[in-house]
């Protein structure tokens, strides 16, 4: 997501860097690159104009002129206007007793996923979430939210096949929710492809009814314009507390995110990106703001991977590593790991400069698939063999090739890889050196240690 707005923003400012002085005229013609790509981001023209006002208001000062670097000071005026756009600090939610959160959208935005990811995230700060079944109208809602409940292990209340009035179902949940002693109600609401007043008619009766501390609007990031007005019109009808992006992890422009804050005045409190009931996070509006300057967000990095890495089996590949005796069974560890982390390339986004990075990639580098054909690779290996590498010669690469579905040139592929890994784990100069490079300014560097320390130890760069 913002990737082409990312690409427009940092040619435009690379461009504004490097003019020795600065003009109206430098200003004006960034300022037009940057609506142009706030435009073609599907940014609402309303809310892209008043942006570029406020930023051209503030870079025409004398202070920015006559300054020594008036370039990097208008990239710290768009920065810090763009977090105010986003909504400026991070807005969390309001669980004070009674805690009752009414879920709301259009059919397609992800609704149902996201109430079961919500109520995973509260229950792993250490809440007692409850999750009740209000969509009457789709079929099989009610079914996919007490499935996705049972994955997650978080009770959930589910009306009966025949039964059509949402009020009454919210009042039977509430006398559900007293014996299961909840503290949080998600309550999952049903939605239409278009708005209509019958929807209108009825989440205004359950919301009247509930009082929720929070109605949140799940919002689908690749809607682009037509979020706004979805935004809209729920705002006007219910009054919205809070939006919740969803599908962040695809290629949308991203104008919505940018968009909704403004029109609405509501914060955007949540993100998902991937399908996992893991990946919804909390929005950073400073966060955001730097990604989408190519600034990364190695915070929100070291939080993600933090949450799904096995402490113990990390630092115990690591201290392999720095012994010189990383094999293919810890290399099968490894990518395990990798894949519980979801999307690699959502993943490594918030590494700085990684839109850079990704162009100089080859083909497929972060194509998941190819991951699997690795780990196919190494499990059609024997003990031994993942062992000691260097006895798979032509029969055994013939025998493992067969096994695991793939070529020998993908399996003497993978083998010159593994044979380069480990010669650079035992030189730590070079690996230092390749990951100050991927990080920036220390980036990954930093990423790294934040990692390490975890358990108290240190990575080897």
């Known amino acids: 997501m913002f990737n082409s707005l990312s690409d427009s923003l940092d040619k435009t400012f690379r461009n504004l860097r490097g003019v020795g ?11 037009r690159e940057i609506r ?67 879920i709301c959208g259009l059919n397609g935005a992800g609704k149902t996923t996201t109430a079961a990811k919500l109520a995973n995230r509260l229950k792993k700060e250490g809440r007692r979430p409850l999750l009740i079944a209000c969509d009457l109208y789709r079929p099989a809602a009610i079914d996919q939210l007490a499935l996705l409940a049972k994955q997650i292990d978080v009770p959930c209340y589910t009306p009966e096949a025949t039964e059509t009035d949402v009020v009454k179902v919210a009042k039977d949940a509430l006398l559900w929710a007293e014996m299961q002693q909840g503290t949080v109600l998600i309550f999952d609401t049903a939605g239409r492809q278009e708005i209509d007043e019958r929807l209108v008619a009825e989440l205004k009766r359950l919301h009247d009814f509930l009082k929720p501390k929070e109605t949140l609007l799940v919002a689908d990031s690749a809607t682009g314009q037509q979020a706004v007005s979805v935004a809209q019109h729920f705002n006007d009808a219910i009054g919205i507390t809070g939006i919740i992006l969803t599908k962040l992890d695809g290629d949308a422009r991203g104008g919505a995110a940018l968009s909704m804050r403004a029109v609405t005045g509501k914060p955007i409190k949540y ?93 497929g580098a972060l194509d998941t698939g190819k991951i699997k054909r690795s780990e196919a690779i190494v499990l059609s290996m024997t003990l031994v063999e993942r062992r000691r590498p260097e006895i798979i010669k032509g029969s055994r690469r013939q025998r493992i090739a067969a096994g695991s579905g793939t070529t020998i040139m993908e399996v003497n592929q993978l083998l010159k890889q593994f044979g380069e890994m480990r010669k650079m784990m035992k030189s730590p100069s070079k690996m230092g050196a390749m990951m100050k490079q991927m990080g920036g300014a220390g980036g990954m560097k930093d990423l790294m240690k934040g990692l390490g320390g975890m358990g108290g130890g240190k990575f080897p760069f």
């Open 21 to 31: 002085r600065i003009s109206e005229k430098n200003i004006a013609d960034a300022l």
């Open 271 to 363: 993100a998902g990106e991937g399908e996992k009931l893991d990946q919804l996070f909390e929005f950073h509006p400073n966060r955001m703001a730097d990604r989408i300057l190519g600034m990364g967000d190695i915070v929100g990095m070291v939080e993600q991977v933090a949450g799904k890495v096995n402490e113990a089996d990390a630092m115990r590949s690591v201290k392999r590593m720095q012994e010189g005796k990383f094999d293919f069974t810890d290399f099968l560890d490894q990518m395990k790991m990798i894949q519980n982390l979801g999307p690699l390339e959502g993943l490594l986004g918030m590494m700085p400069g990684f839109s850079k990075i990704k162009k100089q990639l080859p083909n």
């Open 36 to 102: 142009i790509a706030l435009l073609e981001a599907d940014v609402e023209f309303g809310v892209a104009k008043d942006f570029i006002a406020k930023v051209k208001e503030k870079s025409l000062g004398e202070d920015v002129l006559k300054s020594i670097k008036p370039g990097e000071q208008i990239v710290k005026i768009f920065q810090d206007e763009l977090t105010a756009l986003l909504g400026g600090d991070a807005s969390p939610l309001d669980l004070n007793p009674p805690a009752r959160i009414l």
